[in-house]
């Protein structure tokens, strides 16, 4: 999987989650799912995760990854 089609799948799941009003609660998941994706992963390199973290920039979705870290 590509960093930009996993940008794109996330600006998308948020936009839908924002339409129900669920956009924290997805943000949440996102961040908890961004966090199980093994850094030593060739397909994805944790860069290009944090890459994907920055451009989407939420306070839940960051929260939810370093959480998941631990």
């Known amino acids: 999987m590509d960093s930009d ?3 794109d799948w996330i600006i998308e799941a948020r936009r839908l989650a924002k339409e129900s009003d669920r956009l924290e609660v997805a943000d949440m ?3 908890t799912l961004l966090s199980r ?5 060739d397909e994805i390199p944790s ?3 944090f890459r994907v973290i ?8 960051n929260i939810s990854y ?3 870290l631990r």
């Not at 994706?37 to 992963?41: A, F, S």
Request: aromatic content about 0%; cysteine-free.
């Open 5 to 7: 089609k996993l940008l």
């Open 29 to 31: 998941e996102i961040g």
């Open 37 to 41: 994706m093994p850094e030593d992963n």
């Open 47 to 49: 860069e290009e995760i």
């Open 54 to 61: 920055e451009e989407i920039n939420s306070k839940d979705l």
């Open 66 to 68: 370093s959480m998941g």
